[in-house]
Each structure stands twice: as C-alpha cells, then as structure tokens.
C-alpha cells in the first residue's frame, strides 16, 4: 500500500510489468527477409524499442530454444531451453540491448513451457503482460500452448499475452491468435522489417502502459488546519484508500491552501487514476472537490453530480471547478470584498473499488490573474463553419498514448495507428490565440467478433480539462460531446472546434465560444467502445489520423502556472501583448455558413462561462454542462466488470 510519506517518490506512470518472450529456434536463422536473417531483424526492431521505454517501466527478456542444436537427440533438452536473460526488476536498458545482441537461434520451440516461466517470474501486480514474437508453433508435445495460455488466465485473470507472428506458417499464425485470444490480448502477423517494428512498439507500448500520471510530487495535509500551501501549477498526489459507500464521510482528503490576489480567478482540476478492480460490478467511486475559507466555512455554492458507466478500469475521473473573481462577488464568503483571498482545496476520494488501495492524484491549479482586454480582438458571437479536413489515408506510424501526460503530439502530417475496443488514446495539439483544431479519423479494415458492435468517440478536451464545443462539419450545432458513431471499416469522422480561441470569449462570446478562450495544449480523446465487455477476443482497429490547426496565430496572456510541471517553472506569467489576428468571429452577421449566436450578459463575477465537469472511466469519457454553478464538483462513477 502506497502511503503519504512515499508520495515524493511515486513514480509519474502505472506500468504493467511485462516479459517479452522471443523466439529463438533454429528457424529464427532463415535469411527470408530482404535477404537478412530473421534473428537480425527481430534483434534490430528490440534495440530500437528498448529507448523508447518509459523510465518507470518493469520489463524483462526471456528466449527459447538458443542453446541445444535442432537435432532428434537433443530434443528433450531442446524442449525444456527456456532461459531468463533479463529478469523483470525494474528497468535495465542496457541489459535488454546487450542480452539481445548476444542471442544465437539454434533449436526447438517449447512456447507453452516458456509462458508457463514467463508468467511465474513477472511480479504480482493488477495487470501484467507477455508479448511473444515467433515464427513458428509449439513442436514439443504436451498441453497445446493456447491450452497453457487458457489455463494460465484462469489462475492469474490479471494476465494479458499478446503475440507477434513473424514470418509465421498459417498454422503458426492461428495458434498465436488463439494465445492472444485467451487472454484478452491482440495478435499481429508481421512479414518485413518494418512491420515486426511497428508491431513489437505497439505490442509493448500496450503492455507496460496504463495511465501515465505527470505533475510535481506534493502530499496535502490531512485536515484543513494542516492544509499545504500550494502556488499555481501542476501537481501529484496520493489518495490513500476510499470506503464502503460514496460521500459516506469515512474517506480520504487530501487539503491544500490556495492564496488568490484580488481579481484572480482559480481554474482547479483533479484527476484520478483508478485501479484496477477485483472483478465485482455495482462498485462506486467518486472524486470530490470543494472549498472553504480559512476559519472552515464552506465556500461551495451548490452541489452537482455526474455518473458515467464503465466496464474497463484502467481510466481516469477528473473533476474541474473555477471560482469567482476574488474580491469582486458580493455575498459570497471566500470571494467577496472583505475576504483575505486565501482558499482552502479539498480533493476527497470516496467508494469503491479497492477500498485499500491507494492511487494517483493530478491537480491542475491555474490562476487567472484580470488583465487589460483592452486591444484584444472581440469574442466570437458564432460558429465559424471552416472546411472539414479531408479524410487521411496513411500517415506516419504512432506510438499510442493513454493519458494527458503520454498524449500523442500532432504532427505535420497525418498520423497511423490502432485502437482495441474499451481504449482510450489522447492526442496533443497546442493551439495559439485565434486558432482553431481541425481533426479528421478514417477507420481501416477490422472483423469485430460476431454480436459485437463497437462505437467511435471523440471529444476536445481543453488545456484546463473542460470540454471544448465542437461541430461536425457542415453540420454547424455545437456540442461539447463531441462525435460518436457506429464503428464500421472505412468510417470517416471528421470534427472541428466551434469557434477560435480568443481570451475574450469566456465573458463576452456566445455559448459555443466559451470553452475556448485559453490558448494552449488542447487534447483530442478517441475512445473505442464495444457494446460488450464480456467477449474474450481483442483485437487491434486501424485508423489514420490528421490534426490541424487553422487561423493566424496571435498572441494573449497565459494562466500563471500554465503548463509549469516542476516547483523551477512554476512563475507567474505576464499578459501578453494584444493579438494581431482577429478572431474571425466579432462580427454578429455570420458569415462562411456561421450561425449567430446570442452571447447573455456577462456575471458580476466574470464568471460567464459554464463549468464543465468530464468524467472518463476505461477509455470512456462523458462532459456535463454545469450552468450558474462554480464551486463544488462530485464525480459518481458505476463500475462493471
């Protein structure tokens, strides 16, 4: 169990410890690869992966059947050459490259043998891997290897095997898909160097990787008269343990002291990272913010509630708030004219599952001091209806990103993956003053297992956490929901964000603009979401991805302690200058298609924009709209397994 006092030195990801198991029989010496061996190959695409690994990784090396010739005599001793080279204890770059240049292919294939070593040497965890690369099948008699493998998931359900055919004979190649099958893996068949590559980056990425968490280490107090003080930034925390019932008062709360100037704003937000379950369903978890002054008293305005249901466990519920101006609401205890701008945060965690275990906290505290709007371009009144983006046919081959901290950055062209259903991946793409994000997805070919339909989801997620108002081109309706349809081969899903982002728009633009007024790293979230869970076989989805932003960039103020990660960055901002683009959006007649849009008065408090609370459980996510609300978030989530 993860305690306070280890908060400092919890690492910034969770990883699944994983054992890549290869392939190292006498056939491995066959030169049928652009007339190089399949050994160098295979030697060549673990070398390049190994860099990439993330630091906090748990990986190990493991081989069969590179000692004993491939001779009639020494099969039984063939048949049991199975040999760690790299035991799973952390992350040893140097070993895994040395140990892999040093194999020599030579004998049999014992795979059910080496899976049986594999699993037993990996540590406990809530989720552990094996990813197998082989060119051929199991000849050494025995339990057939998908039989060990549906045996091994019965003793240990937290396991997942994912396999790699290179080079691989059909009956090879089905004995590997029935291994990946029965574990609730993915299997790839691979025939060149550049596919084993590819294939072996996202086999492992998809192994080690669950949520990668990111922010300065920071343990709250226990109370709010031991609150921390905490100056804008990007924070990691620890929630203990939760308890038997949401909002049951027997949870953990962590506090933390906030100081705001006159005239700022706090924007706060919280992410928790979830474990992974004990397999029992109507389980609830829910994540709290609230606020007080510093003698206690309750600064929350209301109470609001979300739910969202989910059956995969790996994902993230996120809550965000913002307040008042400071000093500038009249009536309101922590922000009116006499108060002394000090603010106490509360992140509390309560429910189920896995009462005793702790998990991973992001906060986000942005403070948004007033700045001078004079010389900003005028907030958008209505949509502005560019151009969709065409719809890519290849791209680039990405390594997938599972988190805000992993996000996968935009690049100048159109991007290549996979996605398996209940997944959820995230895509960075920063966003200057008068910009707009332009994306375009075209789903490859895929056989989704009989009774199973599967849904495509994608929202805009702003760089404070709330949903962005999106429209799907030439529809013009705004929503923060963002794209959802029927996942079909060759279905195109193209989505762009409503208006520009101008600073303007959160008090001045119409309802659709008010989301976007931060310049920043925007996140675009794509979800695949089976209509069962139950089924055992996964499999992987193609798809190509295109990112764009289109508008003039020009300049505007940041948040203080935007994008800051460490204690050294965390200074204040200055206001930038006025931009010189406009934001395409200040003339009330619409234009290009627009629709108008009437903009309501601005608050008294400057607080025109609706919060917006997101809730993502497995790599599902659902926004809700919380209009005239601003202090106090809950987040309820229902977990099926």
């Not at 719809?391 to 690049?411: E, H, L, N, W, Y």
């Not at 923060?480 to 193209?494: D, E, H, I, T």
């Not at 996140?523 to 979401?529: D, F, I, S, T, W």
């Not at 234009?591 to 609370?613: F, I, N």
């Amino acid at each position: 169990m993860l305690t306070a006092a280890r908060a400092e030195g919890y690492n910034t990801g969770r990883t699944a410890p994983s054992m890549l198991v290869l392939d190292a029989s006498g056939s491995m010496r066959d030169q049928d690869v652009g007339g190089r061996n399949r050994m160098d190959v295979a030697k060549e695409a673990i070398t390049t992966l190994v860099p990439m690994l993330p630091e906090d990784a748990t990986v190990g090396l493991m081989t069969y059947g590179n000692s004993d010739p491939q001779t009639a005599a020494s099969q039984e001793a063939g048949c049991k050459d199975v040999k760690m080279l790299v035991a799973p204890e952390g992350l040893d770059r140097d070993a895994l490259i040395r140990e892999t240049e040093g194999v020599k292919p030579a004998g049999y294939t014992p795979i059910g043998l080496s899976l049986k070593k594999a699993a037993k040497e990996l540590p406990e965890a809530e989720m552990r891997s094996i990813v197998l690369v082989s060119d051929g099948i199991d000849e050494c008699g025995g339990p057939p290897a998908c039989e060990v493998a549906k045996n091994l998931v019965k003793k240990h359900p937290e396991l997942r095997i994912h396999t790699i055919g290179f080079k691989a004979e059909q009956e090879a190649r089905d004995e590997l898909a029935c291994i990946a099958e029965a574990t609730g893996g993915t299997f790839a068949d691979a025939s060149d160097a550049e596919t084993l590559r590819d294939e072996l980056l996202v086999k492992m990425t998809r192994a080690i990787q669950n949520y990668a968490t990111n922010g300065q280490p920071i343990t709250g107090g226990t109370s709010a008269e031991d609150a921390v003080d905490m100056v804008p930034g990007s924070y990691l925390d620890v929630l203990e343990h939760g308890s038997p019932q949401i909002d049951d008062g027997e949870g953990f709360s962590r506090f933390y002291r906030l100081q705001l100037a006159p005239g700022e704003i706090a924007h706060l937000s919280a992410t928790m990272v979830l474990p992974g379950g004990d397999g029992q369903t109507n389980r609830l978890a829910q994540l709290a913010l609230s606020t007080s002054n510093a003698d206690g008293v309750d600064c929350r305005m209301g109470e609001v509630q979300a739910r969202a249901e989910a059956d995969l466990g790996e994902g993230p519920i996120t809550a965000a708030i913002d307040t008042p101006r400071m000093g500038q609401t009249e009536n309101l205890t922590c922000f009116g004219a006499d108060a002394d701008g000090s603010v106490i945060l509360e992140v509390e965690r309560t429910g189920d599952p896995s009462i005793d275990e702790a998990v991973p906290v992001e906060i986000q505290f942005f403070a948004e001091e007033e700045v001078d709007r004079d010389g900003l371009p005028p907030a958008a009144q209505h949509v502005r209806a560019h151009d969709p983006l065409p719809a890519p046919k290849d791209g680039a081959q990405i390594q997938p990103g599972f988190s805000f901290a992993s996000a996968v950055p935009a690049q100048d062209g159109p991007m290549r993956g996979t996605i398996i259903p209940g997944e959820v991946q995230f895509f960075r793409i920063p966003v200057e003053y008068g910009q707009q994000v332009r994306a375009a997805l075209r789903l490859g070919e895929f056989d989704a297992p009989k009774g199973m339909e599967l849904s495509l989801q994608a929202k805009l997620i702003s760089p404070l956490r709330d949903g962005v108002y999106t429209v799907q081109p030439p529809v013009t309706d705004a929503s923060v929901r963002g794209f959802s349809g029927k996942a079909k081969p060759g279905l195109v899903m193209q989505l762009n964000q409503a208006t520009p982002v101008q600073f303007k728009n959160r008090e001045g633009g119409g309802t659709e603009a008010r989301s976007s007024f931060l310049a920043g790293d925007y996140y675009l979230q794509v979800a695949m979401v089976p209509s069962d869970y139950t089924a055992q076989r996964l499999f992987e989805v193609p798809y190509v991805l295109d990112l764009q932003t289109v508008g003039k960039a020009g300049k505007g103020p940041e948040l203080t302690g935007q994008g800051a990660t460490s204690a050294e960055d965390r200074t204040a901002a200055a206001p930038g200058q006025a931009p010189e683009a406009s934001d395409g959006g200040g003339d009330p007649v619409a234009s290009d298609g627009g629709v108008d849009l009437e903009a309501p008065p601005a608050s008294k408090d400057g607080g025109g924009v609706p919060t917006v609370l997101w809730v993502m459980l497995g790599g599902l996510a659902a926004g809700v709209a919380l209009a005239g609300i601003t202090i106090g978030a809950v987040v309820l989530v229902r977990r099926l397994r």
